[in-house]
T-cell receptor, first 114, second 112 residues
Framework: EAGVTQSPTHLIKTRGQQVTLRCSPISGHTSVYWYQQALGLGLQFLLWYDEGEERNRGNFPPRFSGRQFPNYSSELNVNALELEDSALYLC?????????????FGSGTQLSVL | DAKTTQPPSMDCAEGRAANLPCNHSTISGNEYVYWYRQIHSQGPQYIIHGLKNNETNEMASLIITEDRKSSTLILPHATLRDTAVYYCIARDLNQAGTALIFGKGTTLSVSS
């Protein structure tokens, strides 16, 4: 069974640009979560999608957005990139998105903003 | 979800048991205790979770005190590959619509 896949694995952008990160959940999983992990910091919750709808959002500005497609894959978009957006972006999926569900994480996209 | 407190770092010799403590003194009756770990530059990996009873799987054992105010994750025979950040999370089953929030965790260093 394939795990959570993310693309690209690494990305370099300049300040002010826009970026799109992609995530494919485990087959059968309907919930997708996005987390940001800046160097030396913990995982910060960004967004949660379930059945195509945004269920919850972390404390991030509106330039962080995303969507979930009918096949449950997801995109994370970041506009007007800032230097502090440099981080590992992790996607996770779960079966139903209930509080008791286990999360399965991908290996992440390492974004560097210059 | 209840706040959890973990030591920032621990060391363990290879082949020995690693016992990682977690304090969750304000945990409610509906909250499970979850453990995840994150090996450097990878996504976190689910390890185990429990409510009241002790739990064991192929990766680890989880011991929860009778008053549920603390728990211990046990890696019975630590290997170098167990070097990682270990996160203890209290998760409320009634918190529908909220995502899993990770704290700072414990950095476990296993050495030969």
């Amino acid at each position: 069974e394939a795990g959570v896949t993310q693309s690209p694995t690494h990305l370099i952008k300049t300040r002010g640009q826009q970026v799109t990160l992609r995530c494919s959940p485990i087959s059968g999983h309907t919930s997708v979560y996005w987390y940001q992990q800046a160097l030396g910091l913990g995982l910060q919750f960004l967004l949660w999608y379930d059945e195509g709808e945004e269920r919850n959002r972390g404390n991030f500005p509106p330039r962080f957005s995303g969507r979930q497609f009918p096949n449950y894959s997801s995109e994370l978009n970041v506009n007007a990139l800032e230097l502090e957006d440099s981080a590992l972006y992790l996607c996770a999926s779960s079966l139903e998105g209930t509080p008791n569900e286990k999360l399965f994480f991908g290996s992440g996209t390492q974004l560097s903003v210059l | 979800d209840a706040k959890t407190t973990q030591p920032p770092s621990m060391d363990c010799a290879e082949g020995r048991a690693a016992n990682l403590p977690c304090n969750h003194s304000t945990i409610s009756g509906n909250e499970y205790v979850y453990w995840y770990r994150q090996i450097h530059s990878q996504g976190p990996q689910y390890i185990i979770h429990g409510l009241k009873n002790n739990e064991t799987n192929e990766m680890a054992s989880l011991i929860i005190t009778e008053d549920r105010k603390s728990s211990t994750l046990i890696l019975p025979h630590a290997t170098l590959r167990d070097t990682a950040v270990y996160y203890c999370i209290a998760r409320d089953l009634n918190q529908a619509g909220t995502a899993l929030i990770f704290g700072k965790g414990t950095t476990l260093s296993v050495s030969s």
